[in-house]
């Protein structure tokens, strides 16, 4: 059974869900893209074929300077976080051509791996560069998972949360589909100390504390918070079923 046809089996609903294409779209005409500028560069072409090797390293130099983690630590910190394990179920969500999604692919073994990102475009190049058995593409919105409950063991979201129109309902989504004792991992945007939340075309600037409490708020525990310049980490765990660890 290919990756496609097991993500669609996880669906709320596969009604009217082509399952012939290289990647599932739930969304149809729909467009949850937000209308800032900053939002809608990723439906353009160029974008999906500069992203990996110039847009993303530029992105992480803004976030976390010259002098801050290279790509490859990056990525090592966010996958150390997430503690993938053999054959866990995991969602990357805002996966862009699916340059983190192939690292957890990698890491869940024979897992169903899930990138989800709203462009058709970023999702059609990720597709096209998919190069693991288990991994899966579906064009979707954040804030409004297409998934049922409690589906996957390890939920991500790295460097796009803070680009979503509504973030903190594409969190909430976050938690609600990962399972009992799973884990969240996001890397965001981060505010200044002495800074609120701040926001400016279509790019959202989490407060401090923002993350770290709205998960709280969620019932999450084991939250970690590791802040660079611009930049934050954060993971959590959803408590186990019947509240063990």
């Given at each position: 059974?290919?990756a496609?046809?097991q993500?669609?089996g996880?669906?709320?609903?596969?009604?009217?869900?082509?399952?012939?294409g290289?990647?599932?779209?739930?969304?149809?005409q729909?467009?949850?893209?937000?209308?800032?500028?900053g939002?809608?560069?990723?439906?353009?072409?160029f974008v999906?074929k500069v992203?990996?090797r110039h847009?993303?390293?530029?992105?992480s130099?803004?976030f976390?300077?010259f002098?801050?983690?290279?790509e490859?630590?990056?990525?090592?910190?966010?996958l150390?976080?997430?503690r993938i394990?053999?054959g866990d179920?995991v969602?990357?969500?805002?996966c862009?051509?699916?340059?983190?999604?192939?690292h957890?692919?990698?890491?869940?073994?024979?897992?169903l791996t899930?990138?989800?990102?709203a462009s058709?475009t970023?999702?059609?190049?990720a597709?096209e560069?998919?190069?693991?058995?288990?991994?899966a593409?579906?064009?979707?919105d954040?804030?409004?998972l297409?998934f049922?409950?409690?589906?996957?063991d390890v939920a991500c979201?790295v460097g796009v949360i803070?680009?979503?129109?509504?973030p903190?309902?594409?969190?909430?989504?976050?938690?609600?589909?990962?399972?009992?004792g799973g884990r969240?991992?996001?890397?965001?945007?981060?505010?200044?100390?002495?800074?609120?939340?701040?926001?400016?075309n279509g790019?959202t600037?989490?407060?401090?504390?923002?993350?770290t409490?709205?998960l709280?708020?969620?019932?999450?525990?084991?939250?970690?918070?590791?802040v660079i310049?611009?930049?934050?980490?954060v993971?959590?765990?959803?408590?186990?079923?019947?509240?063990?660890e």
């Open positions: 059974m290919s496609v046809v993500a669609a996880l669906l709320k609903t596969d009604e009217g869900v082509d399952l012939g290289d990647y599932l779209d739930v969304l149809g729909r467009d949850p893209i937000g209308p800032h500028r939002q809608q560069v990723f439906r353009r072409k999906a992203y990996e847009w993303r390293p530029m992105v130099r803004f976390f300077g002098s801050g983690p290279s490859e630590e990056e990525r090592r910190i966010a150390e976080m997430m394990g053999e179920q969602i990357d969500v805002g862009g051509t699916g340059n983190y999604t192939r957890l692919a990698q890491a869940a073994g024979e897992g899930v990138g989800l990102d058709e970023m999702v059609a190049a597709a560069r998919s190069d693991r058995p288990n991994l593409f579906l064009r979707g954040a804030c409004a297409p049922e409950d409690e589906t996957f979201s803070h680009m979503v129109e509504e903190m309902v594409a969190l909430g989504e976050m938690v609600r589909v990962l399972a009992p969240i991992v996001i890397l965001a945007s981060c505010a200044r100390k002495e800074r609120q939340r701040g926001a400016r790019l600037t989490f407060g401090r504390d923002e993350l409490g709205a709280r708020e969620r019932g999450l525990g084991e939250i970690e918070q590791k310049r611009r930049g934050q980490f993971v959590a765990q959803k408590p186990a079923a019947g509240g063990g």
